[in-house]
């Protein structure tokens, strides 16, 4: 259209005789060069508009980018809000096992100190105990009667059986409820133990006149623990303290084959044994 324009004029001069050549070869090159610039511009018209459209394709496409990057971030600011909350919630929970385990701690260490200085105590009195039974039965050690022995708190009176019984029997002589008395009367003081008594025989077999009343020495070393037992009782020891235990020939402290290792066998053991061992073997 723009070229119509631009001729209309130039052909109204020609006509007329208005205008010299050299003015229409002027005006003809004019009209080219515009008709030129013309189709470049159509043609950079015809680039912008397909590379406008490209970019809306692109910004369409960069803005379901952006619209889903939005939604991922805002989940995941959910998820971090969800996680925080729990961690703080998880850390809050830490803090109170840890004062709890610190409450926890403090008191076992109180304990431990308490348990401590109460071992303490009671191996003092096990020791002044020890001490007290030495000082009482001075003549039965020198003698080789008695013997007395102390190991990680647990107090044994080891005594042999003639100076308690006589051959054979489970009755106890006269001098031997003297001693038991004196044992009696330094061990029934002594808090928290139970007391054991144990007995123990050789390995010579009962002799046929006793063996309706003692089939074997388990049997007799069974009924003299148990007499010694019923003696300490009535010398003040609570029953509830007392057992019996018999061991026969099965516990030997010194060989068998000697007159004077049996003799060593042939023997009854106040123990002095702490008093849970007594729950314990209930509970077993």
């Not at 007395?148 to 054979?168: A, H, R, W, Y």
């Not at 489970?170 to 001693?179: C, E, L, M, V």
């Not at 049997?219 to 509830?240: H, K, Q």
């Not at 066998?265 to 077993?284: A, D, H």
Request: net charge negative; aromatic share 4%; with cysteine.
């Amino acid at each position: 259209m723009k070229q119509l324009y631009v001729l209309i004029p130039i052909l109204a001069l020609v006509l007329t005789g208005c205008v010299g050549k050299s003015t229409y070869e002027e005006k003809v090159m004019e009209a080219e060069q515009l008709s030129t610039e013309l189709q470049s511009l159509k043609q950079n018209h015809a680039e912008l508009q397909e590379k406008y459209s490209a970019l809306v394709t692109s910004n369409a496409a960069l803005q379901e980018d952006f619209d889903r990057a939005q939604s991922d971030i805002e989940r995941l600011e959910q998820v971090l809000s969800e996680r925080s909350i729990e961690a703080g919630e998880a850390m809050t929970e830490m803090r109170k096992m840890i004062s709890q385990l610190k409450e926890e701690n403090r008191e076992l260490q109180l304990a431990v100190e308490t348990e401590k200085i109460a071992r303490q105590a009671r191996v003092a009195q096990i020791q002044s105990t020890y001490d007290e039974l030495v000082e009482k039965m001075e003549e039965e050690i020198e003698r080789g009667e008695v013997t007395i022995s102390e190991l990680q708190g647990k107090l044994t009176v080891n005594m042999v059986d003639e100076i308690l019984f006589p051959s054979g029997s489970a009755n106890i002589k006269t001098a031997g409820r003297k001693i038991l008395q004196r044992v009696a009367e330094i061990v029934k003081t002594v808090e928290g133990k139970d007391i054991q008594v144990e007995g123990h025989t050789d390995n010579v077999p009962i002799s046929s006149r006793l063996e309706a009343k003692f089939p074997t020495n388990w049997e007799l070393s069974t009924a003299r623990a148990a007499t010694v037992v019923r003696a300490l009782r009535d010398f003040g020891i609570s029953g509830e303290r007392l057992a019996a235990v018999g061991y026969g020939p099965f516990q030997p402290v010194a060989s068998n084959d000697t007159k004077e290792g049996k003799a060593k066998n042939r023997r009854i053991q106040i123990v002095l044994v702490p008093e849970q061992n007594r729950i314990e073997e209930t509970l077993q």
